[in-house]
RNA sequence: CGGGGCGUAGCUCAGCUUGGUUAGAGUGCCUGGUUUGGGACCAGGAGGCCGAAGGUUCGAAUCCUUUCGCCCCGACCA
């Protein structure tokens, strides 16, 4: 007998908060560092929750009458010039392509064929879809114009972690035009909304929706919403923007249209996005000592079925029954889709496995051996509760309540994020009170967090803030 | 880009201060068997130009110089 470590996770979150991430993202065998700085590979666990992730929102991009598109990786650095604001943002972080070839020398493969224009691996890509936007828009009747495009983009970090801040990421990025600055708000403010309840509903993070300060705002724009999550080490980490970019970018890349009085205008535009680094989010979120928990409302596998085969001639019975068990469970619907279930067949020792998937975060862990084939049963854990609180409970009445235990281990997640959110935040009113909570609290080093112009003291920043509260 | 730490087996690391047989451990991996409802056991096996390049020396994982990379904190960011 081996020892037992008494958490899968070393160091646990309270120790060592960063490593501690680190280490479930291996654990969980999500994702890894590559051999280029900065960049990461995505493994088909992290991967898979990436797809849930995406195939959930572009339903309600879908719904809200987006269509999907996809422009070039490579933007000409001319287009980035076009707005001094958005130039200046980027400036410090962009990949520059200068290069078509590459040529062999002594060894060596060196570029050749500078080009007469170098491009921009795009950072973002208003420029140039404001390029593709301006010869698609004629008329008033052209707007409102409703896009989307599913992409990855590269802004070169100094200081890249898993997920959180990678030099390349994926993401996806909506673009909009509209005729009147109104509509342009009302589209900035809707998909605001769409990420706070996108992140509540399918994530089960609570966030606060506000708007950032003049200082955090999108390089070019008027205003930037964001939603701002609190993570387990009491940190709150923006989670997705949406922008009103006014008539910068219309300016800029010439996005004009006849109006309905004859007269040309200048379309308004906005642009908003969510990156991989909700993953991230979700991990510092949910997850426990021994792993990741994934709210099974996107996970990749909701249900993993796990054989017990303690004799070599039981194998065939309690791999069938759990073949079964799998297509019972399948027949199921939660959240308007078929229960995701895998059944893992693979020959290892029944404590490794069910531990990979404890640090991978599967909601729901099923055993079934021997035992439960003479009686019909099943033992069912959630990864919401302790790790031998297995529920034995008959077949059918394991198929028939699945749904509903996915559903309570989604809103549990959701309370539990909320309660802890709820416990280590206050509103400050006045920068007076501001001041005082910081100061009081850590005398010996203040520390500050997020954006403070207070101004005068008299305009409050509109984005409530979330205030760490002293730790111990 | 500033401050700190670290590069030795797939992974985590010991060895280095005080150079000296064939460079070690745990874990993982492979084979065979026993196992499997809390991270299992026995036996055998594969796997390393000690991050890279120079230098000092009879001799370098170990000392010196340079370089590349990684991690943490800060600034910046989805």
């Not at 991990?283 to 796990?306: C, E, F, K, S, Y």
Request: with cysteine; glycine share 6%.
């Amino acid at each position: 007998m081996a020892k037992q470590q008494q958490n899968a996770i070393s160091p646990v979150r309270e120790n060592n908060f960063p490593e501690w991430y680190q280490q479930v993202v291996k654990a969980a065998d999500m994702a890894e560092n590559s051999e280029v700085r900065g960049c990461m590979v995505i493994k088909p666990w992290g991967y898979g929750l990436w797809e849930q992730i995406q195939g959930q929102l572009d339903v309600m991009f879908k719904e809200t009458g987006h269509k999907n598109a996809y422009f070039p990786l490579l933007i000409p650095v001319s287009y980035l010039e076009k707005e001094a604001t958005h130039v200046e943002g980027f400036a410090t972080e962009c990949a520059v392509v200068t290069h078509h070839r590459l040529e062999l020398k002594d060894g060596k493969m060196v570029p050749a064929g500078e080009l007469s224009e170098p491009y921009v691996i795009r950072p973002t890509s208003e420029t140039i879809i404001g390029a593709a936007f301006a010869r698609w828009v004629q008329s008033y009747r052209d707007l409102p114009l409703l896009i989307n495009q599913w992409a990855n983009v590269m802004r070169w970090e100094m200081r890249p972690r898993l997920f959180l801040r990678t030099a390349e990421f994926l993401w996806q990025e909506g673009h909009t035009a509209h005729e009147t600055p109104e509509e342009a708000m009302e589209e900035t403010r809707k998909m605001h909304a769409i990420y706070e309840e996108f992140l509540r509903e399918h994530l089960a993070i609570p966030v606060i929706p506000g708007e950032k300060t003049e200082g955090e705002r999108f390089p070019g724009a008027l205003n930037t919403f964001t939603i701002e999550a609190m993570v387990q080490d009491r940190k709150a980490i923006q989670a997705g923007t949406s922008h009103f970019l006014g008539q910068n970018f219309s300016k800029a890349a010439n996005i004009d249209f006849e109006g309905r009085e004859g007269k040309r205008e200048f379309a308004w535009t906005t642009s908003w996005g969510v990156s991989t680094r909700l993953i991230g989010t979700l991990i510092m979120a949910h997850g426990d000592d021994d792993g990741v928990i994934i709210p099974p409302r996107v996970a990749p596998t909701q249900v993993v079925i796990l054989p017990i085969i303690p004799k070599e001639e039981m194998r065939e019975s309690v791999l069938a029954a759990c073949q079964q068990l799998a297509k019972d469970l399948r027949s199921q619907q939660v959240w308007g889709a078929p229960v995701r279930v895998e059944v893992d067949e693979r020959d290892l020792g029944g404590g490794v496995k069910n531990w990979e998937w404890i640090k991978k975060g599967v909601p729901v862990r099923v055993e079934i051996g021997p035992r439960d084939l003479e009686k019909g049963s099943v033992a069912v854990t959630r990864r919401d509760g302790g790790h031998r609180d297995k529920a034995f409970i008959a077949n059918e009445e394991a198929v028939a309540q699945m749904p509903d235990t996915l559903l309570s281990i989604q809103n549990n997640l959701l309370d539990r994020a909320l309660a802890f959110r709820e416990e280590h935040t206050c509103e400050v009113h006045s920068a007076e009170e501001f001041h005082a909570f910081f100061t009081a609290q850590n005398t010996d080093q203040p520390e500050i967090h997020g954006d403070l112009h207070w101004g005068t003291g008299a305009d409050l920043p509109r984005t409530k803030m979330l205030c760490r509260k002293k730790a111990k």
